[in-house]
């Protein structure tokens, strides 16, 4: 038999779940998502082509080019 903090504690949980895994759902998706695009080629605009896989070239370019250097 559980005692009452016990219950209230598991009654907390099993309302909180619910939300909580909401809450990962909605952040957690678009971090990955942004992680794994920000290693392929995909553009800005969908054109219909698949992005191709281009490893740490984006970082690369980015850290590489005078422009971006500049702009910080």
Do not use: H, K
């Not at 903090?5 to 942004?34: D, H, I, S």
């Not at 080629?41 to 082509?49: E, H, K, M, R, V």
Request: hydrophobic letters at 55%; glycine letters at 6%; zero cysteines.
């Amino acid at each position: 038999m559980l005692t009452l903090p016990q219950r209230e504690r598991r009654q907390a949980w099993v309302l909180l779940a619910p939300m909580l895994l909401m809450m990962f759902l909605l952040t957690a998706w678009p971090l990955a998502r942004t992680l794994w695009l920000s290693f392929t080629d995909a553009g800005l605009i969908g054109d219909g082509t698949a992005p191709n896989w281009v490893g740490s070239d984006n970082f690369i370019y980015a850290l590489t080019d005078p422009d971006f250097r500049a702009a910080l």
